[in-house]
């Protein structure tokens, strides 16, 4: 199995900036693509970005401010990161990291760190 652990959320005025961590521990090598989402109040959750291999994506609400990336020093998708800039007030959310893996059952999730952006 896989266990994440996220880190890095906080409280940022808007126009700031804050980096998310998500680390996976286990199965590592069975994962083939880690994910951002975030749920605000009130709200659906929503996919915000993934790192699908050495491939990064994004939803259109957060392209051109948000960065996806990995720790390319390790041969598996262990740890990613999202970069958030230019942060605005309906960025604040809990954002949670998925693994999509070739396991039963093929998704985990962490327990998800809180981003407000507050003035």
């Known amino acids: 199995q896989v266990q994440l652990v996220e880190s890095g959320g906080g409280l940022t005025p808007p126009g700031g900036s804050l980096r998310l961590s998500c680390v996976a521990s286990g199965m590592i090598e069975r994962i083939y693509a880690m994910n951002w989402y975030r749920q605000a109040p009130g709200k659906q959750r929503e996919l915000v970005a993934s790192m699908i291999g050495n491939s990064p994506h994004y939803e259109d609400a957060v392209k051109g401010r948000f960065i996806v990336s990995r720790d390319s020093t390790t041969q598996y998708l262990q740890t990613v990161y999202l970069q958030m800039n230019r942060l605005a007030i309906e960025d604040t959310a809990v954002y949670s990291c998925?693994?999509?893996?070739?396991?039963?059952?093929?998704?985990?999730w962490g327990q998800g760190t809180q981003v407000t952006v507050s003035s």
């Open positions: 998925s693994a999509n893996t070739h396991l039963n059952p093929p998704t985990y």
